[in-house]
């Protein structure tokens, strides 16, 4: 008897110790391939209940995923009518964040709507203001929002995420805030996402650099941040690098480089403790743009210049779609 209970003690203290985030790619590219575009599933790894950061590509990710066995520890009910497939995006994701309204990060989410279950979309006011103006507006595709123009079929609750006040997702064990990032004059969004255990992680969407930008949102960001790093809170930092270092900076459009990533990591580290605060640190690369050219492969490049200019000593992943990681 005593044996089994400090059995499971260990394990559960085991799991505890562990616990962090799980993530699943739906989708890893920032364009232009329809069918791969951004989009994550993230979850407490205690809790089989998820949630998406941006939505680009949702059903065709979860085909994908299954097919790569990343919900081998979900089942479907014996009476549910649905396929795996099905289950998973009617009952197991309880809500989309949206980082921005740009096509590649919902257009999943649009497409798999009329055979979606009511959930709620977590964005900044002015994003979820686009959403509902824009698209869920019977012209360009039935009004599934709970507001907006003609009839609210009311599937899809709009929910304001804030910078200062942590929001508990419903249905899941996870809190988020978002902060607001610059995106070539628009405005887009950094999601913090906060487990029970008060792990923390970050998601920014489509964001250039400050410097380019001539924005201090990034800054604001990395203060933000800088705390959890302290604190050995934060277990990962997922942002994009669209292009190459040979791009110039007039021809970003908003996004950032391997030579501006460092630059602004640079600046993380200070904030968190100087040399040597990020080491190790996961960094998950995001949004890189499928090429039609045949001799160069943006991914390549990338992953080199980013591993031959981390002095930071940072950890970069690339994510696959349909592929299952933890942080
Ligand atoms: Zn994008
Ligand atoms: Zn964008």
């Known amino acids: 008897m005593f044996k089994k209970s400090l059995f499971i003690l260990l394990c559960s203290f085991s799991a505890y110790a562990q616990a962090g985030f799980d993530i699943i ?25 998820y949630i998406t950061l941006d939505a680009g590509t949702v059903v065709n990710g979860l085909i994908a995923a299954e097919q790569k066995q990343a919900f081998q520890d979900i089942d479907v009910p014996k009476n549910s009518p649905y396929t795996k497939v099905g289950y998973i995006l009617r009952e197991k994701i309880k809500g989309y964040f949206i980082s921005h309204a740009h096509l590649d990060h919902l257009a999943g989410m649009i497409i798999a709507s009329p055979d979606d279950s009511n959930k709620p979309i977590y964005g900044l006011p002015s994003v979820t203001e686009i959403i509902s103006e824009t698209y869920f507006n019977w012209r360009a595709w039935p009004n599934f929002g709970s507001s907006g123009q003609g009839y609210q079929l009311g599937k899809y609750q709009y929910h304001d995420l804030s910078p200062q006040k942590w929001l ?41 650099a400050d410097s380019v930008e001539q924005s201090d949102q990034l800054n604001n960001l990395w203060s933000t941040l800088a705390p959890y790093i302290k604190n050995k809170q934060l277990k990962g930092i997922m942002i994009e690098t669209s292009f190459t270092n040979d791009v110039p900076e007039r021809s970003l459009y908003g996004h950032l480089t ?27 690369i995001t949004h890189i743009k499928y090429s039609l050219l045949k001799k160069t492969n943006p991914l390549t490049v990338i992953q080199q210049q980013l591993n031959a200019g981390n002095t930071l000593g940072v950890t970069f992943h690339f994510p696959v779609q349909g592929e299952r990681f933890s942080l």
């Open 25 to 49: 790619t739906l989708g890893s590219k920032g364009g232009i391939q329809d069918g791969n575009l951004t989009a994550f599933l993230i979850k407490d790894s205690l809790d089989n209940n």
């Open 168 to 208: 508990l997702i419903k249905d899941t064990h996870l809190q988020a805030k978002a902060l607001p990032l610059s995106h070539a004059g628009i405005e887009s969004s950094a999601f913090i996402i906060k487990n029970n255990q008060k792990q923390v992680m970050v998601y920014l969407g489509d964001t250039g």
């Open 258 to 284: 391997p030579k501006l990533l460092l630059e602004e990591l640079a600046l993380l580290e200070y904030k968190a403790g100087g040399k040597g605060a990020l080491t190790g640190l996961p960094i998950v």
